[in-house]
């Protein structure tokens, strides 16, 4: 059978370009006992996969071959009988229209009330890392004041519903006027700032009154310079992502934060979800159990087509997504 992927054509220069990624044809080779053939229906494109695009000794995306990522598919052939043709399963699959894959390292998803693909949003990674990074890391309590940049990304558009599920007033930071409105009228944010148009420091001190208990910060650079500065006494940030950094930008001119962290005893933790595994049922249980009941949205921006995975992934970069970033294949 012909297929389609999608690999990497030479190493990114700044932020990723088309002619990064070349669009090539091969054949899935015959099935071996305990694999399936996957239908990808969905692919997620994330941040953190432009790390892997530069040159490492390990984890590096190699050149000429298909990248890979998050995805939700059907088994479209089977020799397992546990994973029968018709079953929709998530994993880290190639980008590719057909792929051959072990049945060991597929996770078979419950679509009853749940649509698909939130299982790469809501109730996937980004869900995830975002549900423990504030529950578990920022440890919110009600009534305090969580600020959040990347606000109306995959995580940002998460973790802003679950704070003011929690009693927190709660801030956000995006770069356009109809995220700003989106994030507001749809989300709940009790305000939101512009960081393109708005004077930051200004308008952080008129939308938190009473200062900033927890930052969760899903963006790094000047803007998170800017909400630290504002922290109260014994308050905590948590670093998620620096998506302001990935493509080589904010170093030199980082602010020398570390006497304000000191003086104000300000906990700043960096995490990985994945700490996290053994939780991980329960979590999707509760937030699968909070989107049933129409308590929490699953945002998602949708580009139609296979050969739309590299767009989208650039797309990342320059702010094209509001909540998750997804191709439909």
Same mark, same amino acid.
Request: proline share 5%; with cysteine.
């Given at each position: 059978?012909?297929?389609?992927?999608?690999?990497?054509?030479?190493?990114?220069?700044?932020?990723?370009?088309?002619?990064?990624?070349?669009?090539?044809?091969?054949?899935?080779?015959?099935?071996?006992?305990?694999?399936?053939?996957?239908?990808?229906?969905?692919?997620?494109?994330?941040?953190?996969?432009?790390?892997?695009?530069?040159?490492?000794?390990?984890?590096?995306?190699?050149?000429?071959?298909?990248?890979?990522?998050?995805?939700?598919?059907?088994?479209?052939?089977?020799?397992?009988?546990?994973?029968?043709?018709?079953?929709?399963?998530?994993?880290?699959?190639?980008?590719?229209?057909?792929?051959?894959?072990?049945?060991?390292?597929?996770?078979?998803?419950?679509?009853?009330?749940?649509?698909?693909?939130?299982?790469?949003?809501?109730?996937? &990674?980004? !869900? %995830?890392? +975002?549900?423990?990074?504030?529950?578990?890391?920022? $440890?919110?309590?009600? *009534?305090?004041?969580? /600020? @959040?940049?990347?606000?109306?990304?995959?995580?940002?558009?998460?973790?802003?519903?679950?704070?003011?599920?929690?009693?927190?007033? &709660?801030? !956000? %930071?995006? +770069?356009?006027?109809?995220?700003?409105?989106?994030? $507001?009228?749809?989300? *709940?944010?009790?305000? /939101? @700032?512009?960081?393109?148009?708005?004077?930051?420091?200004?308008?952080?001190?008129?939308?938190?009154?009473?200062?900033?208990?927890?930052?969760?910060?899903?963006? +790094?650079?000047?803007?998170?310079?800017?909400?630290?500065?504002?922290?109260?006494?014994?308050?905590?940030?948590?670093?998620?992502?620096?998506?302001?950094?990935?493509?080589?930008?904010?170093?030199?001119?980082?602010?020398?934060?570390?006497?304000?962290?000191?003086?104000?005893?300000?906990?700043?933790?960096?995490?990985?979800?994945?700490?996290?595994?053994?939780?991980?049922?329960?979590?999707?249980?509760?937030?699968?159990?909070?989107?049933?009941?129409?308590?929490?949205?699953?945002?998602?921006?949708?580009?139609?087509?296979?050969?739309?995975?590299?767009?989208?992934?650039?797309?990342?970069?320059?702010?094209?997504?509001?909540?998750?970033?997804?191709?439909?294949?």
């Amino acid at each position: 059978m012909e297929v389609r992927q999608i690999v990497l054509a030479k190493r990114p220069e700044g932020v990723p370009k088309e002619g990064d990624f070349r669009l090539e044809e091969t054949v899935l080779r015959p099935l071996q006992p305990g694999e399936v053939v996957l239908e990808p229906l969905f692919f997620s494109v994330d941040p953190y996969m432009r790390g892997r695009m530069n040159e490492s000794p390990s984890g590096a995306f190699a050149i000429g071959k298909a990248i890979s990522g998050a995805a939700v598919a059907r088994v479209a052939e089977s020799t397992d009988e546990t994973l029968p043709v018709g079953t929709i399963v998530s994993g880290h699959l190639p980008w590719a229209t057909r792929v051959i894959s072990n049945t060991r390292q597929l996770q078979q998803i419950d679509t009853g009330g749940i649509p698909a693909s939130a299982y790469l949003g809501l109730l996937g &990674v980004p !869900g %995830l890392t +975002g549900y423990f990074g504030l529950l578990h890391v920022g $440890k919110i309590k009600a *009534g305090e004041t969580v /600020v @959040i940049s990347g606000a109306a990304g995959a995580i940002g558009t998460i973790i802003g519903q679950i704070a003011k599920l929690k009693g927190c007033r &709660v801030i !956000g %930071l995006a +770069g356009s006027a109809d995220k700003v409105r989106l994030l $507001k009228a749809e989300l *709940g944010y009790d305000e /939101v @700032i512009n960081y393109k148009t708005d004077n930051i420091p200004e308008a952080l001190k008129t939308a938190c009154p009473k200062g900033i208990d927890v930052y969760f910060d899903n963006t +790094g650079g000047e803007i998170s310079d800017r909400v630290i500065q504002q922290l109260n006494m014994f308050g905590r940030a948590v670093i998620c992502g620096q998506i302001a950094t990935y493509n080589g930008g904010h170093g030199k001119d980082a602010l020398d934060l570390l006497p304000f962290i000191l003086n104000r005893s300000i906990t700043v933790q960096g995490y990985h979800v994945p700490t996290y595994q053994e939780r991980f049922p329960d979590a999707i249980e509760e937030l699968s159990g909070w989107y049933k009941k129409g308590i929490i949205k699953n945002q998602e921006t949708v580009l139609e087509g296979f050969e739309q995975l590299p767009a989208a992934f650039i797309g990342l970069f320059s702010g094209k997504n509001t909540g998750k970033m997804l191709v439909r294949v």
